[in-house]
């Protein structure tokens, strides 16, 4: 018993900042944000079934960087058509891309 109040008398305290006398908070910076799900109540009920962090693509940013993009830029990412440049500017002007097609994975790889 003892041994376990020693330990929590000196446990440091992560939630706030100094060592000893009155602490203040620490102030968090979230650095991304992962969309969890309505489930997250009944998250210990469920298998862990994670491969990696869920990625979230500015649809804006990739619309606006193909249609500002050139036939030689196109070229030296990888898209060697200029058809296939001239539909993904048509798609970035719809805003109707397909973000699993082979050339919008080539841009996002960037």
């Known amino acids: 018993m003892s041994r376990t109040i020693i330990e929590y008398a000196n446990h440091p305290e992560s939630k ?6 009155v602490l203040e908070r620490k102030h968090i910076v979230a650095d991304s944000v992962i969309y969890i799900g309505k489930e997250a109540n009944n998250i210990d009920e469920q298998a ?5 962090a869920q990625e979230f693509i500015n649809e804006k940013a990739v ?8 036939p030689e830029r196109a070229r030296q990412l990888g898209i060697k058509h200029r058809s296939a440049l ?11 891309l397909n973000f699993e097609s082979r050339n ?3 841009l996002l790889q960037l």
């Not at 862990?48 to 990696?52: A, G, W």
């Not at 619309?63 to 050139?70: K, S, V």
């Open 16 to 21: 706030f900042d100094g060592d000893i006398g």
């Open 48 to 52: 862990l079934d994670v491969k990696k």
């Open 63 to 70: 619309y606006d960087f193909i249609l500002n993009l050139t």
């Open 86 to 96: 001239a539909y993904l500017k048509k798609k970035a002007k719809e805003e109707d």
């Open 104 to 106: 919008v994975k080539k």
